[in-house]
C-alpha cells in the first residue's frame, strides 16, 4: 500500500450472508487451496488472499515497499490493462458463490472485480508448477460471476451463474480493474471427490470430513467456534479452532448429570457405513463437554440437493450417551450400536450436554451405493 491506510469500522456491516455463504470455502489454505499465479503483488502477497482467519489491520505497521496490509495487492498501474490473480482450490469442487472481501483497504480497493473458474488438471495442479504467466493467460476461463463494483473494506457475496453451479472446477481466475487491494477470496461450493477412487481404499474412509465433500448443515448454537471446523483436516491448532457454543444457565439435572443438551448435523460425504466415530475435544480443558450422543439416518432422496428436514426423517442411536475428557481423541468402535452401525446412513447428528466444545468430528467407514 502506498499511502497509510485508513480503518473502517463494521466491515461488510448491513449485508445479509447468503445461504451458500455457509458452504465449504473451496479456496481456503485449510484445504489446500493456494494463490499460484498473479500480474502484481508488489505491495502485498497473493497468499493471503486464502488465509481462513478474518484479515487483520495493523496502524502503523510499514514494510520497505509502503504500508503493510494483510491481503493482495498490486502496485498502480501505470499502463493500460488489468491486474489478476490464479488460485487453486483445495479440492475440485461445484461452486455456488463467491466472497470478494476488501476489508481494510478504503481509496485503494479496485474499481470493479469479475471471478473466472476452469478445471486444469495437471501433474501438480495444487502448485500449478511448470505454468507460466503466459500459459495462464491461456487458459479457457468460464466467467462465474458478472462484472461487480467493489466498495472500501467490505464482503461482497456474489452468487455463480445458475447454469454453471454444478460444474467441476479446480481453479479460479480473480480480475481486478484496473489494480489495487483485496483481503480475501472465499469461493463456496461443494466438493466433488473422487468416490470411486476413494472407494478402492482398503483402510476407512473419514465419510464426513470436507475434504471429502462433508458438510455440518446445522447447528444450534456456535457462540464461540464455528461448526464447520469440526471437520476441517488435521487435528485443532488452538481452542479457537473448533466448534464451541455458549455457556447454558438454569439447568436442569436428571440423576446428577445435566439434561440439556446441544447439537450439530452432519451431511457426509457419500452414504456409507460407519466402522468407528472419532470425539476429539483437543484444546477444550475447562468448556469440554461432560458427555455426548450420536445418531443417524439414510435420508435417501429426501436429501437430494440442499434441502433436508430432520424431522422427516428416522433417526437411531449409534452411539448412547457417553462421557468425555478434556483434551481427549475419544474413537468410539467397540461401544457403537452394532445393528445401527451395520446400516448405511447419510447423516450424523452429534449431541453434547449441556454446552462446550468438541475440536474434530471423524466418522470412518466405507461408502456404499
Known sequence: MDQAGQQLSGVGSGIDRPAWAEMIDLASARLGGKAIACSDDFFAGMENLVVPERAVFIPGKYTPRGKWMDGWESRRRRVQGHDWCVLALGRPGAIRGVNVDTAHFNGNQPEWCTVEAAEIVERNRAGGKGMSRANWKKVEWVELVPRTALRPS???????????????????????????????????????????????????????????????????????????????????????????????????????????????????????????????????????????????????????????????????????RTKLKAGTRHVFKAALEKAAAARPCTHVRLSIYPDGGVSRLRVMGRPVA
Open 154 to 320: 467490505s464482503e461482497h457475496f456474489i452468487a455463480v451463474y445458475a447454469e454453471l453451479t454444478e460444474r467441476r472446477f479446480t481453479h479460479v481466475r480473480l480480475n481486478i480493474f484496473p489494480d489495487g487491494g483485496v483481503a480475501r477470496l472465499r469461493v463456496h461450493g461443494e466438493v466433488m471427490a473422487d468416490w470411486g477412487l476413494l472407494a478402492k481404499r482398503k483402510t476407512p474412509v473419514d465419510l464426513a470430513a470436507a475434504e471429502n465433500g462433508g458438510l455440518v448443515i446445522d447447528a444450534n448454537n456456535m457462540h464461540f467456534g464455528s461448526r464447520h471446523n469440526m471437520i476441517m483436516p488435521g487435528r485443532a491448532k488452538n481452542m479457537g479452532d473448533g466448534w464451541e457454543t455458549r455457556r447454558k444457565r438454569g439447568l436442569t439435572w436428571n440423576e446428577g448429570r445435566p439434561a440439556e443438551f446441544d447439537w450439530a448435523i452432519v451431511k457426509l460425504g457419500h452414504r456409507g457405513v460407519i466402522g468407528s466415530i472419532e470425539v476429539d475435544t483437543n484444546h477444550f480443558k475447562g468448556n469440554f463437554p461432560e458427555s455426548c450422543a450420536i445418531e443417524i439416518c439414510d435420508a435417501g432422496s429426501s436429501c437430494a440437493g440442499d434441502i433436508f428436514d430432520p424431522m422427516a426423517v428416522a433417526w437411531s442411536w449409534v452411539l448412547g
